[in-house]
């Protein structure tokens, strides 16, 4: 497939598996726009400062590249959120938090590309899902509520709009190692004052294929998935997690 002068959306892609996508797509030669928070430590000419969590901020962000390119052919929506904690332990303000980014983030981002999407009768969606679209997990009640929530909006979008030829897929991650994992295994330390290094080595245990997964192994996923390589996909959720959830 020719990726040259196509219009990528990324949401999160400052760092971790939007990044490592956001690098793999430019060098394929698409414009990749990357809303984020932050941003990237590296020069980025296509970074826009936006809180997906914000509708008002996406809606500014997505009109501002459509007006300049007139056209949104690929969305990876990956922005989210972790909280390692149950039920009981989850405070109202974590439980609004994590649902506005990871949830109504997403949800924002397509109510406002897919239009225009339509405009073009063609384009490629990518949601982040996780492992946890398929399978629960102790001490992750609400993220976890959030991903299979994603993947049931997966399901429905790509029904819905299959007649525009705008296909709508998951990505299911596993154990990656970003600075969203970090940050999970922090907070299990904090939790369970267990060793740090003990903890990490007890991640790759846990995949039968005996290793944590890499941002560039979900990237190049993406890619296929967004590609016309994938053309007769849309409604599906991808397990890349090691052989985590076929256990």
């Known amino acids: 497939m020719n990726w040259k002068n196509t219009v990528t959306i990324i949401s999160g892609a400052s760092s971790g598996i939007g990044k ?23 020069e980025d ?23 300049k390119e007139n056209r949104i052919d690929f969305l990876f929506a990956n922005a989210g959120v972790h909280l390692f904690a149950t039920l009981e332990e989850t405070s109202y303000e974590q439980l609004e938090s994590i649902v506005s980014i990871n949830i109504l983030g997403t949800f924002y981002l397509l109510k406002e590309i897919i239009p225009k999407m339509k405009l073009q009768n063609k384009g490629s969606i990518v949601l982040m899902g996780s492992d ?21 909006l997966t399901k429905s979008t790509a029904i819905d709009y299959a007649p525009f030829n705008i296909r ?61 390589d994938s ?8 397990a890349v997690d090691g052989g985590y959830t076929c256990q």
């Open 132 to 152: 946890q679209s398929f399978v629960g997990k102790g001490s992750s009640a609400v993220y976890g509520m959030t991903k299979g929530a994603i993947g049931q």
């Open 45 to 67: 000419l296509h970074f826009i400062c936006c809180d997906i969590s914000n509708r008002m901020e996406v809606s500014s962000a997505i009109q501002k590249i459509f007006l």
């Open 168 to 228: 709508v897929n998951c990505i299911c991650p596993g154990t990656i190692q970003t600075p969203l994992l970090d940050k999970a295994v922090e907070q299990f330390v904090k939790k369970t004052s267990q060793n740090k290094e003990e903890v990490y080595a007890s991640l790759n245990t846990i995949q039968p294929i005996g290793r944590v997964g890499k941002p560039e192994e979900i990237a190049k996923t993406v890619k296929f998935l967004l590609s016309d």
């Open 20 to 42: 490592a996508t956001r690098q793999l797509l430019q060098s394929e030669g698409s414009i990749v726009y990357n809303l984020d928070c932050t941003r990237p430590q590296e």
């Open 231 to 238: 053309s007769f996909t849309t409604g599906s959720l991808f």
